[in-house]
């Protein structure tokens, strides 16, 4: 299934271009650091930092743009992929990233559906207690691993044991 | 308040980046590898070019015999440059490659500088053999 992935035209192209490929692999980082750039600012928020700025007007600017990076990491993420599919969904290293964006994702949506994330007028309750501080905390650190394990994948793909027999 | 909040996050990140870099163990870029020059004979066992850079397969020859060899090869545009075209490279085509290896012993991968197939050089870093 991943080897003919590999052979889809825009796939094919990547592989063999000069320039489509690192501009692609730029827009990948771009995305990366918008996410994670507008994020951690929230997620320390809501771990306790900065308790005198109220949370609108901050979620209100970051939201979006973390939403951009996200929707723009992925899109180029996508594309770096299926330039060669089968390598990476053989290596444990991009499973173990990707279980972790997942979890990083499912960490957003929580506290998304959450009472206090939804109520308009911030109340002293409302952001305060221990889940909002255990989500900013749990964001960041998935977050950064999922980055860290992007990196591992290219430094370590044929080391033993991180790649799953052919 | 917020000056020592600040302090707080950029000892915190500070922290994180040193325990990310220390365990690394790069494998892009050469700090992976050796840097005494490592030659290796083979057949070609498979071929996969293309970014991020091109890759082969040997069953090595001469006093790695038994050995399967990974050899990274260039990006598109350095085996284009270096005359390194996919024709040279079909599997079964005995080739020499001169370049570094791993430090890991228990990694059979290097990174090729030179490829030699049938007495002709093909130089993907000339910068780097030098003369």
């Known amino acids: 299934m991943f080897e003919s992935i590999e052979q889809w035209p825009i796939a094919a ?154 | 308040m917020q000056r020592r909040d600040f302090l707080k996050v950029v000892l915190a990140g500070a922290g994180v980046t040193f325990l990310g870099t220390s365990a690394v163990h790069a494998h892009h870029g050469w700090a992976w590898a050796t840097d005494e020059k490592f030659e290796i004979t083979g057949t070609i066992i498979t071929v996969k070019l293309g970014n991020p850079h091109g890759e082969l397969t040997l069953d090595a020859t001469g006093e790695n015999k038994g050995e399967k060899w990974t050899i990274e090869i260039g990006q598109p545009w350095r085996n284009e440059r270096a005359g390194l075209t996919k024709a040279l490279l079909k599997t079964g085509t ?4 001169l370049g570094k290896r791993a430090k890991d012993p228990k990694l059979k991968v290097a990174k090729a500088e030179r490829v030699t ?9 000339p910068e780097r053999l030098g003369s």
Request: hydrophobic fraction near 60%; charged fraction near 15%; charge should be positive.
């Open chain 1, 13 to 166: 192209e990547l592989r063999g271009s000069t320039w489509a490929y690192p501009f692609v692999n730029a827009a990948h980082i771009v995305g990366i650091a918008l996410l994670f750039g507008a994020i951690v600012p929230l997620d320390l928020r809501l771990a306790g930092f900065w308790r005198g700025v109220p949370v609108a007007p901050l979620r209100r600017v970051l939201v979006p743009i973390a939403v951009l990076g996200l929707c723009l990491a992925i899109t180029a993420g996508v594309l770096l992929f299926i330039a060669k599919a089968a390598d990476y969904a053989a290596s444990a290293l991009f499973q173990a990233k990707m279980v972790l964006v997942a979890l990083a994702l499912a960490n957003a949506a929580a506290l998304r559906l959450a009472p206090a994330w939804r109520a308009k007028e911030e109340t002293a309750a409302s952001i305060a207690g221990i889940w909002p501080r255990i989500a900013g905390i749990a964001s960041m650190v998935l977050w950064f691993s999922a980055i860290l394990l992007g990196r591992l994948v290219g430094y370590f793909k044929d080391y033993p044991g991180l790649t799953w027999a052919e």
């Open chain 2, 94 to 97: 005995e080739v020499t490659i």
């Open chain 2, 117 to 125: 197939i049938a007495g002709k050089n093909y130089d993907l870093y």
